[in-house]
């Protein structure tokens, strides 16, 4: 393989390593984009850090905020970025200037379980750039090489220039307020929509045909007598009515994809729209890491481990390496580490499917000891987690392998606020509520349920959505502000339908002031 | 180096400094930035600054944990601020407040718009001078200390490639006695403003801990100010109750006493180290005095006036009386002063009925621009 430019800066001794790392990557088999590593400082490591692992994005001061964050928390000694990788074709992934070897090694076994998940999990088949829409089959390769075109780093680069070109037109005050704007509705996507069908053609518009009320025939002179005059024009009247009802009714279903609604049907100007869909695209890049991140990191974890401890270190790197591990997969203050979490997973479905505790047979055994000494031998194991990381993402990897004995033998429990003590209190260690609580939270990535509900609300050009409330109401303050945000695109007063401690509300914004109305439609 | 960052950063910092303004007042009347105070930074906690979102209200979230601990029991600490991103599951007690830290100099600047304090005129006292070394420059001695890796190396490369004894296959380079670069300096000279800052406060039973409490706060800000404008500033700390002695800043603050007050004791002192320490053709002499009004007699009050006509006015830029009121004040002094000083600018006085007023009396003092 040729050195490109970038490659040539990484120190000899590292590509050296690198090299060989790979090999027994690929041997274990698995398969990831050529990686490109660049070693950094760590104020360039904060830089590219903050512009969420790219080297070049769009001005916004909120990549200021967490510039000045990460640094000030390296410079306290808080914490330090070790890696940090991208999902692009080539990969790029970054080293810290100044780690041991045994970090830098470590990183970079970390780094290409990443690299792997990014080119095999279905779900960042939808960050091909060239791939043809819908995605709909999630292992597809192309010939024997899947090379698609990933080019991120690149768009991300145009999208950059596309808003400085408009920062310079505009001012970068202007700008900068409306991409604040689109950021508030960031991320009210639809995360499935990268695989279905987007929407289909619009027909084309009929000219609404003058209402014609049927008559019944009559003779002339019985005319007035069977279709009378009055009755005829209330049924014209009726008909218009209906027909100006579903008139009104835009979107024809409920569009969980705000943004996407926006971009079509907002009066914005060309600039403004220009932006709504860089902010969106870019949520769809982002939207498969947060879907599968317990599963990522558990891979690359699960990578790590094994090649450091079977082939990489050397006895004098073995206890830098096990200290640097444990401060990766430790849980502090009982919160849970998706690192850890997602490594002991897959290590659970390769010792369950090694010694087949799995399918029918095994589900119905009911004797505990049985259950325990249960070994027929498969050695499935590895088969069936490389199989795992294709197909599955957080939800489904945890509703299918997070079963009652994990939960108990890794002591997970729940937790919620105690209105009593005020602090947030273990309430439940019964696998369903654990399950149940983890499941929810992982859905939707954590976020509520939002959908365009009706563009003519009221018949006033006015703007519902709807939350779809599953248990949790929203946080009211951001909520308002976030519906102010959104009548600076819409342009017209915006609603929101949500409940409220259990009561229906309507939460109202009209540019001027908030309102909120118990007892909403 | 500079970094693509650093526009994103800058931005983010006037938006930063926009809500210290906005909050400015608060943090005055509340004292808040004082014990936060480093050498040159004051870390201030500001409001989340955050783009607002859809998401759902923290008390019904609850998550899900890993660990022991039975039902009932209290969830482990806050969220430890571990690899990027960890914790994705299961975050957020309690908001954020962001901590910021703004230079000294930035915090001045920002009461200096709030309050549209003015510059302080140039009293024409610069001539003093201080000489200021900056490596600017190379030479071909020195000291090893100050040795130029880099331009030794590359000189030597130089004589290596003329004399012909360079390989490219083995770039071997060794510097000799002639090819040693040092950095060498320059002194630059800067004219030096120095001011002096004289507290003076009455340390008396009638002074609780609120009214030093609010003395605290003000100082702090005129600190703050005068640090500003001047590059070198000094303070010294004078307490007073019948007699008055100089003390440092801490025992300034924490002494208490029960005897009566005699004012013009504090204003003999200020006078003395005027005199021993602050000759005023080179030194900017700004005395504030605290007090709750209150006065031993009638004839100190005058004797004070004396004192201020004949010794202090003349070599001072501004004298400033602070009445802090107190429960047990007569709060006279400060109707003497005005009713003697009327006419004459260079006597500030202004009178802090509570925290709500300091904001007011910093402006009393420093909106004379002297």
């Known amino acids: 393989m040729p050195l490109s430019p970038n490659q040539a800066d990484l120190p000899r001794y590292l590509f050296v390593e690198q090299e060989k790392i790979e090999k027994i990557a690929r041997r274990y088999g698995l398969d990831f984009f050529p990686v490109v590593f660049q070693m950094l400082s760590y104020d360039q490591m904060n830089e590219i850090a903050a512009y969420g692992g790219f080297p070049n994005r769009y001005p916004h001061w909120r990549f200021g905020m967490e510039y000045e964050r990460l640094s000030k928390s390296y410079e306290y000694g808080l914490s330090k970025i070790y890696e940090m990788v991208i999902n692009n074709n080539p990969s790029y992934a970054y080293l810290l200037e100044g780690n041991s070897l045994t970090d830098q090694k470590l990183v970079m076994c970390h780094v290409l379980g990443h690299v792997d998940f990014f080119k095999n999990n279905f779900s960042f088949r939808s960050t091909d750039l060239d791939a043809g829409e819908p995605i709909t089959d999630p292992v597809r390769k192309r010939g024997n090489e899947y090379d698609p075109n990933r080019r991120w780093i690149d768009k991300m680069a145009n999208h950059g220039a596309a808003v400085r070109r408009i920062v310079d037109r505009y001012g970068i005050g202007r700008v900068e307020t409306f991409v604040d704007n689109c950021l508030s509705l960031e991320n009210l996507v639809d995360p499935w929509s990268r695989f279905v069908r987007r929407r289909r053609e619009e027909l084309v518009e009929e000219e609404p045909r003058a209402v014609e009320v049927p008559r019944l025939r009559s003779k002339d002179y019985m005319e007035e007598f069977i279709n009378p005059e009055e009755y005829i024009e209330e049924q014209k009247k009726k008909i218009e009515q209906e027909r100006e009802k579903k008139k009104g009714r835009h979107p024809a279903s409920r569009e969980q994809d705000v943004l996407l609604f926006l971009i079509e049907n907002a009066p914005l100007e060309r600039w403004e729209r220009a932006i709504l869909s860089i902010v969106r695209d870019e949520a769809y890049y982002f939207a498969p890491q947060m879907e599968t991140k317990i599963m990522n990191e558990g891979w690359a974890s699960y990578w790590h481990s094994k090649m450091m401890t079977n082939d990489v270190c050397d006895w004098t790197e073995i206890v830098d390496y096990a200290e640097n591990n444990a401060g990766v997969m430790v849980t502090s203050g009982g919160r849970l580490n998706p690192y850890k979490l997602g490594v002991q997973l897959y290590r659970s479905i390769e010792d369950r499917w090694n010694r087949g505790q799995f399918g029918p047979e095994w589900e119905d055994c009911n004797d505990l000891d049985q259950k325990r000494h249960w070994d027929l031998r498969l050695g499935l194991g590895q088969q069936k987690v490389f199989e795992v990381r294709s197909l599955y993402n957080d939800v489904t990897f945890i509703d299918e392998f997070l079963t009652e004995d994990f939960a108990l033998e890794h002591q997970l429990f729940s937790f919620g606020w105690s209105n009593r003590n005020e602090r947030f209190e273990i309430d439940s260690r019964e696998f369903k509520n654990v399950k149940e609580r983890l499941l929810s939270q992982l859905t939707n990535f954590g976020n509520p349920f939002i959908f365009v509900e009706d563009a003519n609300f009221e018949n006033r050009g006015e703007l519902l959505l709807v939350h779809d409330h599953r248990g949790v109401d929203l946080r009211n303050d951001y909520a308002n502000e976030t519906l102010a945000a959104l009548v600076r695109i819409w342009r017209r007063p915006v609603n929101l339908a949500t409940l409220a401690d259990g009561k229906k509300v309507l939460l109202r914004y009209d540019g001027k002031e908030h309102s909120s109305r118990v007892d909403a439609p | ?370």
């Open chain 2, 1 to 370: 180096m500079s970094l693509k960052i650093d526009q994103d950063h800058s931005r983010f910092r006037a938006i930063v400094r926009g809500k210290i303004r906005q909050n400015l007042r608060r943090y005055i009347s509340q004292g808040e930035l004082i014990g936060r105070k480093g050498k040159e930074l004051v870390s201030i906690p500001i409001p989340q600054i955050d783009i607002p979102r859809f998401v759902y209200g923290d008390k019904q979230k609850g998550g899900v944990g890993q660990g022991k601990g039975d039902v009932g029991d209290p969830v482990g600490g806050q969220e430890a601020e571990g690899d990027d991103g960890q914790g994705q599951a299961g975050q957020d007690a309690g908001s954020h407040v962001l901590e910021v830290d703004v230079t000294l100099d930035e915090l001045a600047d920002i009461l200096g718009e709030e309050l549209q304090l003015p510059a302080i005129e140039n009293k024409g006292k610069n001539r003093i001078v201080s000489a200021k070394d900056r490596y600017t420059g190379i030479r071909r001695v020195g000291p090893d200390s100050l040795k130029h890796f880099k331009r030794t190396y590359k000189e030597a490369l130089r004589r290596a490639v003329a004399s012909g004894i360079y390989d490219p296959k083995e770039p071997i380079i060794v510097p000799q006695h002639d090819d040693r670069r040092f950095r060498s300096w320059k002194e630059d000279v800067e004219p030096v403003a120095n001011a002096v800052i004289i507290y003076m406060m009455d340390v008396s039973g009638s002074m609780g801990d609120e009214q030093k409490e609010i003395v605290r706060i003000e100082s702090f800000w005129i600190d703050t100010w005068l640090r500003r404008q001047y590059q070198g500033l000094e303070s010294r700390y004078i307490i007073h109750d019948a007699v008055a002695r100089e003390v440092d800043r801490d025992t300034f603050f924490r002494t208490r006493e029960s005897g009566g007050t005699m004012i013009s004791s504090a204003y003999k002192l200020c006078g003395q180290l005027i005199d021993q320490h602050y000759p005023s053709s080179e030194w900017n002499i700004y005395p504030f005095h605290f007090s709750d009004g209150d006065n031993w007699s009638m004839d100190d009050t005058l004797s004070c006036i004396e004192l201020l006509k004949t010794d202090i006015l003349t070599r001072v830029n501004m004298f400033a009386y602070g009445q802090v009121e107190s429960p047990y004040g007569s709060g006279q002094f400060v109707k003497d002063l005005r009713e003697h000083f009327a006419e004459d600018e260079r006597v500030v006085t202004s009178e802090i009925r509570d925290r709500d007023a300091i904001v007011g009396s910093i402006k009393d003092f420093l909106g004379k621009g002297k």
